[in-house]
């Protein structure tokens, strides 16, 4: 509460809608001090005292026209020094109400809103169990760093770890010979400092690599560098949370090789099932069917979808020609779901049915052109993305390691740690599902056959081993689980060499209560062709059900991956344009 009121009112002010009269931190008069006028000149060319123009001024909101002539004559610098203040001013009353509602709080319910920030402080040190309670921490991978007494530091604006205890950490054997301070792995890696340099050098493989890391810092006779520095070296993530100086190291590629350690037979599947002759070139037929009743008190109301593609497709993936047609028969529910949408939405799903798109890809070019029914104007036009040649990916295998660390590492997505705990508990949860102690293997000569069998309480047992649950013990896994829904999950798999021949998987889930629910997914593979059904069905709701089938067999015929010489095209940015999209 104390967050929103805090940023709604600090807006407000920002934004001239709460003027200074109502700020709680009066605004001084400083017009003899600027010469009687009320007008900063001199500054105002340059190096402008920002707390001296907004005193002068005030809200920009509240400014007369004669203040907004005079302040034409600012420069960019003076203009933002301005804001700075006016900034600063905000915060000071976002501050002030902050201490006052929690005084008049105090005064009324007899107990504080909430605690000085130096106690909410240190409480929230304690639950992280930070080393350092004081002072700076270091986080690597989501463990906290201990560097017994030479504790990180800042230093001159910048934030020091120390050398030894850094790289020892990190599994290096740290050495002091000549003046110099040597970090070395067995993988012939190694960091190297010299008394009295100011260079910080490293290699990566046979590329030697240095980075300027200033005077070093000496203590005690220990020597420490700046952690950004150190984390570069060995290619870390670094993140700086301020609010509790607290420094986030991530290594995400030993992240995805812990994750991968325990995927072994799945990873060895998803290879084996995207195993391909990169250059063969496949004719491909895919069906997908999808069906939903509505249950009424005296009839069902029943709506359909199919969607059904054929096209040419390089066993690499980096050349396409396919198209896809959608049908859809909104049947009875026309009258009752569907005639509560908005005109133009009602519009669109009558269109979409019979709708066309086709797609023609060259990864090798960077292009990808696509044409569509919709809307009809541009049914007989191409659209074009044309750019740089994607870089061919087929030597890195697709395994969960890498899935997962690519979904989490994402710019923006997770901050301060988070990403890492997310990926973390993730990887547990796989695993409690479809981890290596969960598959039985055999094989006989070039034959491999993997086996996994799961139920509702196969997996609790599994996940309060992994202390996914409150409590490990097998009795309170059992007593956490007796609401919990009744899952039956089968997976059978047969692969001969590194290539998948068979596949075959079952899944039901059935939650009780008063609407039972249950959902069922089957899928097999055979060779290059799959298929499979799902069904969702609410007893007294109504149920969807859905169908799917891909065949695919090598042929000679060639891919056209562009359109043809006599077909119209147009960029992509034309065609949003010129449907108002942009």
């Known amino acids: 509460m104390k967050r929103r009121l805090s940023l709604c009112l600090s807006a407000a002010v920002l934004l001239g809608m709460v003027p200074a009269q109502a700020a709680a931190v009066a605004v001084p008069d400083v017009t003899d001090a600027l010469g009687g006028t009320g007008v900063v000149v001199v500054e105002a060319q340059g190096g402008a005292d920002g707390q001296a123009l907004f005193d002068a001024y005030g809200p920009w909101n509240t400014w ?11 420069s960019e610098d003076a203009w933002w020094s301005y804001w700075g203040a006016y900034e600063s001013h905000a915060w000071a009353l976002v501050d002030q109400y902050d201490t006052d509602l929690n005084g008049w709080y105090t005064d ?7 605690g000085d920030e130096d106690s909410y402080l240190d409480e929230l040190r304690e639950e992280l169990g930070l080393p350092y309670p004081d002072g700076i ?15 990180p530091r800042a230093v001159s604006g910048r934030t020091l770890v120390p050398f030894r205890g850094f790289y020892e950490a990190a599994g290096a054997k740290v050495s002091y010979e000549k003046g110099t301070l040597t970090a070395a792995w067995e993988d012939g890696t190694t960091v190297t400092l010299a008394a009295g340099d100011t260079v910080l050098r490293w290699n990566q493989g046979e590329k030697l690599l240095e980075e300027e890391v200033g005077e070093p810092y000496i203590e005690d006779g220990r020597v420490y560098l700046p952690v950004r520095a150190a984390a570069r070296t060995l290619g870390l993530e670094v993140e700086w949370d301020d609010y509790l100086s607290l420094v986030y190291l991530t290594d995400w590629e030993s992240l995805r090789e812990e994750v991968d350690s325990h995927f072994t037979h799945l990873n060895a599947l998803l290879a084996a099932a995207s195993a391909y002759e990169a250059d063969t070139v496949y004719e491909s037929e895919t069906s997908f069917q999808l069906s939903g009743t509505l249950y009424g008190e005296k009839k ?3 709506a359909s979808l199919a969607l059904t593609g054929e096209g040419l497709y390089r066993g690499d993936g980096r050349a396409v020609d396919a ?13 009752t779901l569907f005639s509560q949408l908005p005109d133009q939405a009602a519009d669109l799903l009558q269109q979409l049915s019979g709708a066309r798109l086709e797609v023609r890809m060259d990864a090798d070019e960077g292009n990808l052109y696509f044409r569509s029914s919709l809307p009809e104007a541009y049914q007989d036009t191409w659209v074009a993305l044309e750019g740089d040649p994607l870089p061919d990916v087929a030597g890195e295998p697709l395994t969960i390691g890498t899935l997962l660390t690519t979904f989490y ?9 988070y990403g890492v705990a997310a990926l973390q508990e993730s990887s547990l949860w796989l695993q409690a599902l479809l981890g290596d102690e969960n598959f039985r293997v055999t094989r006989s000569g070039e034959r491999t056959v993997y086996t996994l069998e799961q139920t509702t309480l196969t997996i609790g047992k599994r996940a309060g081993e992994l202390g996914l649950l409150e409590e490990g013990s097998l009795l309170d896994t059992l007593s956490a689980l007796g609401s919990a829904p009744d899952v039956s999950f089968s997976l059978r798999a047969e692969c001969s060499g590194e290539k998948l021949t068979s596949a075959a998987l079952d899944l039901r889930i059935r939650a009780e209560g008063t609407n039972p629910v249950e959902f069922t997914l089957t899928a097999r593979r055979d060779g290059q062709n799959a298929e499979g059904t799902l069904a969702l069905a609410g007893r007294y709701l109504g149920r969807v059900d859905g169908a799917w089938k891909v065949d695919s067999v ?4 060639a891919i ?7 077909d119209e095209v147009i960029p992509l940015w034309t065609w949003l344009e010129e449907l108002d999209l942009i």
């Open 554 to 557: 090598p042929t000679q015929a």
């Open 300 to 302: 069902h109301d029943t």
């Open 64 to 74: 007369t026209e004669e203040q907004r002539q005079e302040a034409a004559g600012w």
């Open 137 to 151: 921490n270091v986080n690597w991978n989501g463990t906290w760093m201990d560097f017994g007494s030479c504790a």
């Open 409 to 417: 590492q994402s710019d923006g997505l997770y901050s301060y740690g």
């Open 560 to 566: 056209p991956t562009a359109p043809g010489e006599k």
């Open 323 to 335: 198209s896809l047609t959608l049908d859809l028969d909104a049947g009875g529910m026309e009258e």
């Open 108 to 114: 009324y319910y007899g107990e504080p809103l909430w």
